[in-house]
């Protein structure tokens, strides 16, 4: 059974800190790296990729891949009660089939 | 584009009675996912389609369930008959290929199902 392990939180992080988001996977051959945010009664939306080792920055968003260690992380810099959410991690596996993490919940303490 | 638009957004009925969930995917793209969200088991795939072809449905959890895709533009996913362990979360989410398959959903408002 491939899976993607993700801390339930809560993450409690006082604004304007760093929120670091961690996910692991058991499936070595996985290709594809995805973080979603879903707010709270809403649908989950896309908002980093990373396909190679090393780090993607997105404004204030940074994924970073480790497929040695087989983790996916996620920082946010300066953090904002806006970024309050759960994020899930999604990863494409060697048989291309998109394993869901069951989320991390993150809360942002003005 | 209006995304993936999904009714309806909230259904209660009653246990035995057939439930109809709907979906228009993002135009071009050609496949389409049905999942489901509860608290205990997050997000599960029930079914997804390629090209209006279902791939794959293991995820369906029993007979009950029923997925169509007649065209590009329309999916319905069907209960009947329905439980209380249905209630949930349906979302549909379509993607488009490219040169990989599952690459970055586009998720629908979800429909929220409530089965006394």
């Known amino acids: 059974q491939k899976e993607v392990e993700q801390n339930s939180g809560p993450l409690s992080v006082p604004e304007g800190a760093i929120a670091s988001l961690n996910c692991t996977y058991s499936?070595?051959?996985?290709?594809?790296f995805f973080w979603y945010r879903q707010y709270s009664g809403k649908s989950p939306e896309l908002i980093m990729f990373?396909?190679s080792n090393g780090d993607k920055e997105d404004g204030r968003f940074t994924a970073q891949l480790n497929k040695a260690s087989q983790y996916v992380s996620l920082l946010i810099r300066d953090s904002q009660p806006s970024d309050s959410a759960t994020y899930l991690c999604?990863?494409?596996?060697?048989?291309?089939?998109?394993?869901w993490g069951a989320g991390t919940k993150l809360i942002i303490k003005p | 584009d209006a995304g993936v638009i999904q009714s309806p957004r909230h259904e209660v009925t009653e246990m035995g009675q057939e439930v109809t969930l709907r979906c228009k995917p993002i135009?071009?793209?050609?496949?389409l996912f049905w999942y489901r969200q509860t608290m205990m088991r997050g997000l599960e795939l029930l079914i997804y389609?390629?090209?209006?072809?279902?791939?794959?449905d293991s995820g369906m959890p029993e007979d009950r369930f029923s997925a169509k895709m007649p065209n590009a533009s329309f999916s319905t996913l069907k209960i009947q008959p329905s439980e209380p362990r249905d209630s949930a979360v349906y979302f549909c989410?379509?993607?488009?290929?490219?040169?990989?398959?599952?690459?970055?959903?586009?998720f629908g408002s979800g429909t929220q199902l409530s089965v006394l």
């Open positions: 389609f390629n090209n209006n072809v279902p791939i794959d």
């Open positions: 990373i396909y």
């Open positions: 999604a990863v494409l596996d060697s048989n291309y089939q998109l394993i």
């Open positions: 135009s071009g793209h050609d496949y």
């Open positions: 989410a379509s993607s488009f290929q490219g040169t990989a398959t599952n690459e970055k959903l586009f």
């Open positions: 499936d070595r051959g996985s290709q594809s």
